[in-house]
């Protein structure tokens, strides 16, 4: 099997065995299982938002690789690891999470919870943004500088930074 068979393999068992816990616990249910699963929506959470701040600090770096070299390939790689192991199974699972305390917790109703899922929204629409850059530095045709890499670092921060606020204080 080839080095990314194996990687996507691993990520796609990872993601089943979360899955087959989540759903075991959720049916047998033990007592504190809302703090339990809140426990892994914010590990979760870490694993993406982790991801989410160094693929752009990568491509930052992968500009000034010379399409071809050796640098540039190991870029590649990185990237693609990345996105397949850490920051698409880490969002899937703090979307799954999300939405289970909303509806165990009742927030369904909550304002806070309504502005923090649009700003998540915009997180998810960012991390989209973000893996079709990973497909177009794998073709080598990146048509994006450094500077933009360099400011669009900052936009997950910014979110972060407004969705744990309205989770922890939940001014309304
Ligand atoms: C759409 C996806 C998401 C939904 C539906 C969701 C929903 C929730 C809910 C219902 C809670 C429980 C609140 C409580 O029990 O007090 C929670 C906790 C939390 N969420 Fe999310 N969440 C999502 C994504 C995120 C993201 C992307 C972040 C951070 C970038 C985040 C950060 C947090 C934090 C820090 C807590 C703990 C709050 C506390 O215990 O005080 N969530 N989330």
């Known amino acids: 099997m080839s080095g990314s068979a194996r990687v996507w393999v691993r990520a796609a068992v ?15 249910r033990p007592s504190g299982l809302y703090l339990w699963l809140k426990a892994a929506h914010v590990i979760a959470i870490i694993a993406w938002m982790a ?23 190991t870029f590649k790689v990185m990237e693609r690891r990345l996105l397949a192991v850490i920051i698409n199974p880490a969002m899937v699972a703090s979307w799954a999470l999300g939405l289970w305390l909303a509806w165990d917790g009742g927030w369904y109703s909550a304002g806070w919870l309504h502005a923090k899922v649009l700003l998540v929204l915009v997180l998810s629409g960012v991390h989209g943004f973000l893996a079709r850059c990973v497909r177009l530095f794998a073709a080598d045709r990146n048509p994006y500088s450094q500077k933009f890499y360099r400011i669009i670092n900052e936009v997950p921060t910014i979110l972060l930074i407004g969705i744990v606020i309205l989770a922890v204080v939940k001014p309304f």
């Open 14 to 28: 990872a993601i089943a065995i979360t899955v087959a816990l989540v759903a075991l616990l959720a049916l047998w």
């Open 51 to 73: 991801g989410m701040l160094y693929l752009p600090r990568l491509f930052v770096y992968h500009c000034e690789a010379q399409p071809g070299s050796g640098q540039s390939e």
